[in-house]
């Protein structure tokens, strides 16, 4: 036991080394321009923000914003053959894996929390969520106040598993909580009965239920646990590279072609299955777009996370 928590010390002391040698090197553009390679991290089913098609490619509304942002590393850098590589990420290895050095960048589902401000930074708001649960509708479930003392699947790592806990805490559910390794893993458990209910941001859970076998056999619940505004994750304290993502994004959204990209994976079928989630653009992500500095602090307002 002894050997392993050294082990686990060393890697930990290995990737905040390799972090804090990439920041004195000069930053994430001449990491990129030594290596010809930029990396982005992404998800394999965060529906319809990074997730894998049916030849196993990386697609999606976050993954079409950081391909731009690779583009426009290309022009900055003179780089037009520069390789774009991904690498998958878990809710829990994302930003051990960023800070690390991995991925230059993260294109998926991350909150930007207060919490996780002090570890890496976010470009401009790209969505905005919030935690709601997801049950079959045999179960019997009407609201967060019939999970008392039933089992609640959670994926690790993420702010809705605080923001669950934090509630059952509140109204003394005595919840029992198991945990998972991913948003697939979790829908799962609900969908074999191992768990009564699955909290996550509500647009994860209708991207589930409609890549689902049988999508009328679930439903989405509940009032929002917590405010979720999603961005794409960089390194902290690299000016000149957040400079050029901030940029990206705000171009994006000036042009008004966020609003092309947002109906190609919310309002119109998309892979695998051909389904349409008919999500019209909230009132708070347009209001995040007239406004894109401001990336989300004070993020998860309603519950500390």
């Not at 290895?93 to 890496?120: A, H, M, W, Y």
């Not at 994860?204 to 619940?221: E, Q, W």
Request: some cysteine; glycine content about 10%.
């Amino acid at each position: 036991m002894k050997r392993i928590t050294h082990l686990i010390t060393a890697l930990v002391a290995g990737i905040a080394f390799t972090g804090v040698a990439l920041a004195q090197d000069g930053g994430t553009l001449k990491k990129i321009r030594d290596t010809g390679v930029i990396k982005i991290g992404h998800r394999d089913a965060s529906i319809p923000f990074s997730y894998l098609d049916d030849n196993q490619k990386p697609i999606g509304y976050g993954v079409e914003i950081c391909l731009k942002v690779a583009d426009a590393v290309k022009t900055n850098l003179k780089m037009p053959n520069l390789k774009v590589e991904f690498v998958p990420v878990t809710s829990q290895t994302r930003i051990p894996i960023l800070t690390g050095g991995n991925i230059d960048l993260e294109c998926g589902s991350t909150t930007n929390s207060i919490e996780r401000q002090k570890q890496v930074a976010f470009a401009p708001t790209y969505f905005m969520t919030g935690t709601k649960i997801i049950v079959k509708k045999s179960s019997g479930i009407k609201g967060y106040d019939d999970l008392k003392g039933k089992t609640v699947v959670f994926t690790q790592g993420t702010t809705n598993e605080r923001a669950m806990k934090a509630y059952n805490d509140a109204k003394n559910l005595g919840i029992n909580f198991i945990p998972s390794k991913d948003h697939a893993e979790s829908f799962l458990s609900v969908d074999t009965g191992r768990a009564v209910a699955f909290p996550m941001d509500d647009i994860i859970l209708y991207g589930l239920k409609a890549s689902a076998k049988n999508p009328d056999d679930f439903v989405v619940l509940g009032e929002f646990l917590s405010d979720d505004p999603y961005g794409i994750m960089l390194r902290k304290d690299d000016a000149e590279f957040k400079k050029l993502v901030d940029g990206v994004v705000s171009g994006l959204y000036k042009s008004g072609e966020i609003n092309k990209i947002y109906t190609k994976w919310f309002l119109a079928k998309i892979p695998p299955k051909g389904i349409n989630l008919n999500f019209p653009m909230s009132d708070s992500l347009k209001e995040a777009i007239k406004n894109p500095n401001d990336t989300g602090v004070g993020a998860c307002g309603k519950m500390k996370c």
